[in-house]
């Protein structure tokens, strides 16, 4: 979905009452699909759990108590809804789909039309926007709105907006930390204010990662951005050849993952990974690792494809798919580390930790303690051996799964 003319952003918190566009996350497909829309004996006003209160209270209602839509536009929305409902569970029915409710007009000529093409909800859409945005401005000491300077243009600005309405990980909450100090209109005056051009440009940018350079399938639970970076500059960018073209327009948009598209470029790109992953409505920062030429990627490939080769597992470096090595390379390593992690999140946010800053190591080139991988392995192989099920049937796949992994670490650090 181009989330751009669906007006469509994250709501900012689980328990605010209003959406940036007309649009409801019915979610996967329900056998019961008419009793979880109308709720409990068809009082969906008062079943807190039916997909109509819902829809009413978090997303349709702000419409109309912002003016967006007329007064008593919502209940008669809801009673067509209702009306409808058959039709509505019919459709709603595959459990291997996501289903969303869009709210639009039809335009004159029959055709629907998207949010962004409706002047209500762009308005909507723009207020929600600068009232975001507005909640970082600074006060001065007297507590009225002073003027400060954009951290990023240096303009003077009385209406300053700071990182943490962009990246959910840019937050205030860790007193005695970097800001060092509570969140407040005085203190986020001090800390990289930025002013509304600026944040419509970031936003924007965060907005073009999130849809082109986000990777969420290498790692599961974790995000991955590919962000590239043309060292030659943008005025060259008429010189960059066609592999670099075709990745800085297209992203991993296509596959969602990291791709042999990104192995055709060369060094007149370099890529910038950030590993981060969603918490509720927070984000947690995991890992950043900075200027990764994608030669230094392909090194990391011809390595994976010998060390596959020399412990038996050719069918790891090369199975026909679309898939890069490195994907494959990534989600190997990791898969197998969580199969010993435990089951407790401790230990399993340890073990995912120390994975993570392995898998940067070998992003930014730099040599990895195999020694310490090895133990990791072999003090946790005796609790596996001890169920007979797993020796009988899976000892011998993880051997050699891990045998490719140690060579392969082996030979990154150029120790054949």
């Not at 195999?370 to 392995?377: A, N």
Request: with cysteine.
């Amino acid at each position: 979905m181009k989330k751009r003319r669906y007006l469509y952003r994250a709501p900012v918190g689980a328990n605010v009452k209003w959406r940036f566009s007309p649009i409801y996350k019915l979610g996967k497909g329900c056998a019961n699909a008419k009793d979880a829309l109308l709720g409990k004996g068809d009082s969906w006003r008062k079943d807190t759990e039916s997909r109509f209160y819902k829809l009413y209270n978090s997303t349709l209602y702000a419409f109309e108590k912002e003016g967006a839509f007329s007064e008593g536009s919502v209940d008669k929305i809801m009673e067509c809804l209702k009306e409808n409902v058959d039709r509505i569970a019919e459709l709603w029915n595959d459990r291997r789909s996501s289903y969303l409710l869009i709210f639009s007009p039809i335009s004159e000529d029959g055709h629907f039309m998207y949010p962004l093409d409706v002047k209500a909800y762009l308005s909507y859409f723009r207020s929600r926007l600068k009232e975001q945005g507005a909640g970082g401005g600074c006060s001065s000491q007297n507590g009225s709105v002073g003027e400060k300077l954009c951290a990023l243009c240096r303009s003077q600005t009385s209406e300053t907006v700071n990182l943490d309405k962009i990246f959910a990980f840019a937050t205030f909450d860790k007193e005695n930390f970097l800001p060092g100090i509570k969140a407040s209109d005085k203190s986020k005056g001090k800390m990289f204010p930025i002013c509304q051009d600026c944040y419509k440009a970031l936003s924007g940018g965060k907005a073009c990662i999130d849809e082109k350079y986000s990777d969420s399938k290498s790692i599961y639970g974790v995000n991955i951005y590919v962000v590239p970076e043309l060292i030659m500059g943008n005025a060259n960018m008429g010189h960059a050849v066609q592999f670099n073209e075709d990745f800085l327009s297209k992203g991993l948009s296509n596959e969602g993952h990291l791709s042999n598209r990104i192995m055709k470029m060369d060094d007149s790109v370099v890529l910038h990974f950030v590993f981060w992953e969603k918490n509720q409505a927070q984000e947690r920062l995991l890992l950043m690792v900075e200027d990764v030429p994608p030669s230094r990627l392909k090194h990391i490939e011809e390595t994976w494809g010998i060390s596959a080769n020399a412990t038996g597992r050719s069918d790891l470096s090369n199975d026909g798919s679309a898939n890069s090595r490195l994907y494959r390379i990534i989600g190997l390593m990791w898969s197998k580390v969580m199969e010993l992690a435990g089951k407790s999140d401790n230990e399993r946010n340890y073990a995912k930790d120390w994975m993570l800053g392995i898998e940067g190591k070998i992003l930014s080139g730099e040599c990895i303690n195999v020694d310490e991988v090895k133990t990791f392995f072999v003090s946790r192989l005796q609790g596996l051996c001890a169920d007979h099920e797993w020796v009988q049937n899976k000892s011998k796949y993880f051997a050699r799964d891990v045998y490719c992994i140690i060579d392969f670490l082996y030979r990154l650090n150029g120790e054949d």
